[in-house]
C-alpha cells in the first residue's frame, strides 16, 4: 500500500456522461498531482493542487475539472466523456523532492 | 520545457543476466531530479530509485542503480541479477526543482517507456 487512495479502481460509463474520481494524499503531503495515461499519448500531467489551491495545469481538457478539499483529499471531474477519455487516471501525491508517490490508479472505459 | 527521452520500447534479459535501461533528458533547469518508475501489468506505479541533480553520487537501491552523467543528460537504470517478477514496463521521470525548498515541488515529465522481458 502506497499511502495515496484512489476510488473507484475500475469504472465503465457511457459517452456523454459524468464521473468523479477520488484520490486521498499520503498522510501529510499537502500536493495532489493528476495524470492521465493512454496508450496513444503516454502518461501525462493535468494538473496540481497543493493545500486546496489549484498550483499548474497540464494538458486537462476543458470538460475535465479538479477540487482538493479542507481535508486534502481530491477529485477529478470528467464530464461529457468521450470515447477518447478511456485511460488509467492517476494520482499522486508528494512532500519533498523525492517523494513522489503513486496511487494504483482508476482505470475508466467509456463505452 | 523539460523532456525525456526512452530510445528501447523493448528490451529482453535473461534472468539472472544484468540490463541497462536508457533514459535521456532535456531540461534548462538548474536542479531537477530524476525518477524510475515499475509499471507491472497490474497497472500500479511503483517507485524504484531517485537521483538528484546535484547528487555526487549515483543512487542505489537494492538491485537498482541509476547511471547517473550530467555532461550527457543521461539517466540510465541498472537491474542487475533480474528476476522474471521485473518484467513490466519502466519509465523514466523528471521533475523540475525550482523551488525547492519551498511549498511547491514540480509535476513529473515521463518517457515513454520501455518494456523489459525477463526470459528464464
Known amino acids: 500500500d502506497s499511502g495515496v487512495t484512489q476510488t473507484p479502481k475500475h469504472l465503465i460509463t457511457a459517452t456523454g456522461q459524468r464521473v468523479t474520481l477520488r484520490c486521498s494524499p499520503r498522510?501529510?503531503?499537502?500536493?495532489v498531482y493528476w495524470y492521465q495515461q493512454s496508450l496513444d499519448q503516454g502518461l501525462q500531467f493535468l494538473i496540481q493542487?497543493?493545500?486546496?489551491?489549484?498550483?499548474a495545469k497540464g494538458n486537462i481538457l476543458e470538460r475535465f475539472s479538479a477540487q482538493q478539499f479542507p481535508d486534502l483529499h481530491s477529485e477529478l471531474n470528467l464530464s461529457s466523456l468521450e470515447l477518447g477519455d478511456s485511460a488509467l487516471y492517476f494520482c499522486?501525491?508528494?512532500?519533498?523532492?523525492?517523494?513522489?508517490?503513486f496511487g494504483s490508479g482508476t482505470r475508466l472505459t467509456v463505452v | 520545457a523539460q523532456k525525456i527521452t526512452q530510445t528501447q520500447p523493448g528490451m529482453f534479459v535473461q534472468e539472472k543476466e544484468a540490463v541497462t535501461l536508457d533514459c535521456t533528458y532535456d531540461t534548462s533547469d538548474q536542479s531537477y531530479g530524476l525518477f524510475w518508475y515499475k509499471q507491472p501489468s497490474s497497472g500500479e506505479m511503483i517507485f524504484l530509485i531517485y537521483?538528484?541533480?546535484?547528487?555526487?553520487q549515483n543512487a542505489t537501491e537494492g538491485r537498482y542503480s541509476l547511471n547517473f552523467q550530467k555532461a550527457r543528460k543521461s539517466a540510465n537504470l541498472v537491474i542487475s541479477a533480474s528476476q522474471l517478477g521485473d518484467s513490466a514496463m519502466y519509465f523514466c521521470?523528471?521533475?523540475?526543482?525550482?523551488?525547492?525548498?519551498?511549498?511547491?515541488?514540480?509535476?513529473?515529465?515521463f518517457g515513454q517507456g520501455t518494456i523489459l522481458t525477463v526470459h528464464p
Open positions: 537521483q538528484g541533480s546535484y547528487d555526487e
Open positions: 499522486a501525491s508528494s512532500r519533498s523532492a523525492h517523494g513522489y508517490t
Open positions: 521521470a523528471m521533475r523540475g526543482l525550482a523551488n525547492a525548498g519551498g511549498t511547491s515541488y514540480g509535476k513529473l515529465t
Open positions: 493542487y497543493y493545500n486546496g489551491e489549484e498550483r
Open positions: 498522510s501529510g503531503d499537502l500536493s
